[in-house]
C-alpha cells in the first residue's frame, strides 16, 4: 500500500512538473513519466457518446490539419519583459513569468495595435497550405479578449487604439474561405481577476495584485459567474463557432464545467469542445467526462507514440513556445520534424492543430509561414493519404514509418518517414495487395507477399524528401469502422 500512494498523487502534480523538466534536448521529445503514458491515462474500454460522434464526423475527423493561433498583448513582448522572463518556453505566459503586476500590464495592453493585421491575408495563407480550420486565443491566461465584449472592456475594442474586433475579422474571413473557425478560451486562469485560480503559485496572486488584502480569500465561483461564462455566452452568441478550444481547467469539478459545455450546446448544437473543460492534457480521461465534451486534447506539443481509443487532437506549434517569441530560450522545429509529428499524429487517430505565433504588428511570423507552407507543398501531392483517413489498423506500427488508411478501408497508405534504400517489411496486413504505387507519381513500387508479411523494395533515392507514401490497394477493406466505440 505504501508503495502505491505516491502514483496516486502524481497526476495531480504533473503539470507543475512540466516546469522542472524542461531541459530537454533541443527538438528531442521529453521521456515520458510512468503517469504520463498513453496506456495509463486512455482505457481501451473508453467510448465517445454517439453525440460526440456525429458532431465530429461532420468535418472534424476528416479535416486532420488545424491552425493554432496564439496572439495578444504577449505578443509583442516577444518573451521578454524589462529583461525578466525569457527563461520561460512560453511568452504568452510573460505576465506571469515576469511577474508583471495588472495595472503595469493593462497600461502595456493600452498600446497594443496591431495596425497591419489583415484577417483575408491570413485565411488566404492558411487555406493555401492546406489548413481546414483555425482556432485563435479569444482569451488567454492574461485576461485580455481579442473580442468585443460587453462583459469586460478589458479587450482589444474598448482597451485599445486598435478599436477592432480581431476575432470578427478572422471569423468572416475564414469562413469567405471555407475554413472552420474556433476560440480559444482561458476559462479557468485569468490573471486579471483576483479571483481565479493559478496553474502555478511561483507567481503568487499578490505579485499580480498588490493592492488586494494580505488574507484575501479567492471566491473561484465569482470570477466563474462574473465573467469567465458570461463570456462564453457572449462567443456562441455573437460568432458562428465550429470549435470551442478550453484550457488548464485548474480547479475545475464537473459541476462547474457543465455550464461550459451547456451555454454551447444550447447556442450551438453542432459546435465541437474539446477536453481540457475539464481534462487536464496529459491527465487520465474519464468516461463520466467524455459528454461535457467531443473529442481529447493530448498533453502541449505531445505526439501520440501509438494509436489511441478516442479520437484525438495534438495542440502542436512550429517552435517551442505558442505565442511570438525571439528572446531567450526558443527554437523552432523544422518543416521535416513538423511533417514527421503530423503525419504520426493523424496515423495515432487525430489531427494536429499547429500553432503560430504571430508578430506584435499584426504580420504572420514568416518562420511559421515557411513551415505551413512546407507542409502544404507536401500535402499538396500526399493529401490523400491524409485527409479523409482513418488511423493504421494494423495491430503495430512500423520503426521506419506509419500507417493510414481510406475511410472504406481499401487503401492503406503506407508513410516511409525513415528513407532506407533496399528492403523494409510490413507485418499484419491480411488483406490481400492487388497494386502498389508511389502515391506522388503513381509508379509501380515492387513488393512481395507472403501471408501476413509485405517486403517492399525502395529505389536509392526517396520519393519526397520527407515521407515517401505507398498507396497499397487492397482486396477486401480494412476498415476498422465497424468497431468503432460507441455507446448504445
Ligand atoms: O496556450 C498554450 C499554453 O500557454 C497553455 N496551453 C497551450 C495550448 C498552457 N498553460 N499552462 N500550461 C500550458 C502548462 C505549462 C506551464 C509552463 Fe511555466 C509555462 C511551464 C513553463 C512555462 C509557468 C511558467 C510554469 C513555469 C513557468
Known amino acids: 500500500m505504501k508503495l502505491f500512494k505516491p502514483l496516486l498523487i502524481l497526476p495531480a502534480f504533473s503539470c507543475a512538473l512540466v516546469s522542472l523538466s524542461f531541459a530537454e534536448t533541443k527538438h528531442e521529445p521529453r521521456k515520458p513519466k510512468p503517469e504520463e503514458a498513453f496506456e495509463y491515462r486512455f482505457s481501451d474500454d473508453l467510448k465517445q457518446t454517439p453525440d460526440s460522434i456525429d458532431r465530429l464526423d461532420k468535418w472534424f475527423t476528416d479535416a486532420k490539419f488545424g491552425a493554432f493561433i496564439h496572439f495578444g498583448v504577449y505578443s509583442t513582448q516577444e518573451g521578454e519583459y524589462k529583461g525578466r522572463g525569457s527563461q520561460h518556453r512560453y511568452s504568452e505566459w510573460i505576465q506571469h513569468s515576469a511577474k508583471i503586476p ?8 493600452k498600446s497594443f495595435n496591431p495596425s497591419e493585421f489583415n484577417a483575408q491575408e491570413w485565411a488566404k495563407t492558411f487555406k493555401d497550405c492546406g489548413i481546414k480550420y483555425v482556432v485563435i ?51 479557468a486562469q485569468d490573471w486579471d481577476e483576483p479571483d481565479a485560480p493559478y496553474l502555478n503559485y511561483r507567481t503568487k496572486l499578490h505579485e499580480l495584485h498588490p493592492d488586494l488584502p494580505e488574507d484575501y480569500k479567492q471566491d473561484f465561483d465569482s470570477y466563474l459567474e462574473g465573467k469567465s461564462i458570461k463570456q462564453m455566452e457572449e462567443l456562441v452568441t455573437k460568432y458562428p463557432l465550429d470549435l470551442v478550444w478550453y484550457d488548464t481547467p485548474v480547479d475545475m469539478t464537473y459541476e462547474r464545467a457543465k455550464p461550459f459545455s451547456d451555454v454551447i450546446r444550447k447556442h450551438l448544437p453542432n459546435c465541437i469542445i474539446n477536453s481540457r473543460i475539464i481534462q487536464r492534457g496529459k491527465g487520465v480521461v474519464k468516461q463520466e467526462n467524455l459528454e461535457l465534451f467531443d473529442y481529447i486534447s493530448i498533453g502541449d506539443k505531445e505526439i501520440p507514440t501509438k494509436k489511441l481509443p478516442l479520437y484525438v487532437e495534438s495542440p502542436d506549434s512550429v517552435s517551442s513556445s505558442f505565442g511570438y517569441k525571439k528572446k531567450g530560450k526558443h527554437y523552432y522545429h523544422t518543416p521535416e520534424e513538423m511533417i514527421h509529428r503530423f503525419v504520426n499524429t493523424v496515423c495515432a487517430g487525430g489531427n494536429s492543430l499547429v500553432n503560430n505565433g504571430p508578430m506584435g504588428n499584426g504580420k504572420l511570423d514568416p518562420e511559421a509561414v515557411r513551415i505551413y507552407k512546407t507542409m502544404g507543398e507536401w500535402l499538396e501531392a500526399n493529401g490523400e493519404s491524409i485527409y479523409n483517413t482513418r488511423r493504421n489498423p494494423l495491430e503495430a506500427k512500423p520503426e521506419w514509418g506509419d500507417v493510414s488508411v481510406s475511410k472504406n478501408g481499401k487503401s492503406l497508405y503506407v508513410h516511409v518517414l525513415d528513407w532506407n534504400a533496399g528492403e523494409i517489411n510490413l507485418y499484419g496486413l491480411s488483406a490481400k495487395v492487388d497494386s502498389a504505387t508511389f502515391l506522388e507519381n503513381g509508379e509501380a513500387v515492387t513488393f512481395a507477399q507472403d501471408g501476413e508479411a509485405l517486403t517492399f523494395t525502395l529505389p536509392e533515392k526517396a520519393i519526397n524528401q520527407y515521407d515517401t507514401v505507398i498507396k497499397l490497394s487492397l482486396a477486401e477493406s480494412v476498415s476498422e469502422e465497424q468497431e468503432k466505440t460507441h455507446i448504445e
Do not use: M, Q, W
Not at 160 to 174: G, H, N, Q, W
Open 102 to 109: 495588472v495595472e503595469e500590464y493593462r497600461e502595456l495592453a
Open 137 to 187: 486565443t479569444s482569451k488567454h491566461h492574461d485576461g485580455f479578449a481579442l473580442f468585443d465584449s460587453d462583459v469586460s472592456d478589458y479587450n482589444i475594442h474598448d482597451h485599445t487604439p486598435f478599436k477592432r474586433d480581431l476575432v470578427k475579422e478572422l471569423c468572416d474571413a475564414c469562413d469567405a474561405e471555407g475554413l472552420k473557425f474556433g476560440v480559444y478560451y482561458s476559462h
